[in-house]
């Protein structure tokens, strides 16, 4: 049974300080894995068959780290293709889609491809445990990777749900830590686990503790 709280912040997914402390310090020889979004990553496999434009500078340290083994993948491409019709979690999130109460369909054709991207993030999730994946950083926002928070429908309304997106859920559920890489607070906390020369920024924030979120929420 689904122990998810329908509209839950999954914060209890986050890598935590105490976590990454527990972690051994990677080296080259025994580095750090970590799964990440392949848009992220760089892969051309956003809707457009580009990469959403992304450089978010604590993400881009762990590319070049040494110690650190990326290991990229994309659920929607694999479900969908690339380019595809835009997709969003129509009635629910990640975890509800994946218990039945919602979907996951495309704004143009209302195809639904909710069987197609669970089976893809189930993928995902073997990837990382065949890979040796100690956490997962994914794109934030999106239906299928992201974690804290995705569009409620139609993007054009311009409306959020708290809550994973589909593959997220998968991984959470597979017993993945995950995060974005809009949360700052701990992305600052594992760079200085990869780069013991990093101080982090004692000013850093996840994406659930910004005054947008709370606020933005606090109304829903
Ligand atoms: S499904 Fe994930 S990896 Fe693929 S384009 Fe969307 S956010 Fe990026």
New binding site residues.
Partial sequence: MPTEPRHAVPTEYLPSAEWIASLPDPTPEAPLKVLM????FG?M???NGDN?GGNWPTVQAFLQAPNVVVVP?????IAMGTPREMPNCEGGNGFDVLDGRARFVTEESRTDYSAELIAASEQMLRAARDNGCQLAI??SI?G??GTDAIYDGLRAHKTYQKGPGV?AAVLMRGGLRCLSQRDMRTLELLYAKVDSDHVPDPEARDAWELEWYQTYFAKR
């Fill in positions: 979004s392949g848009c992220m892969w496999c956003g809707v959403y993948f994309c659920p929607e491409q994914l794109t999106s299928a990777c593959a």
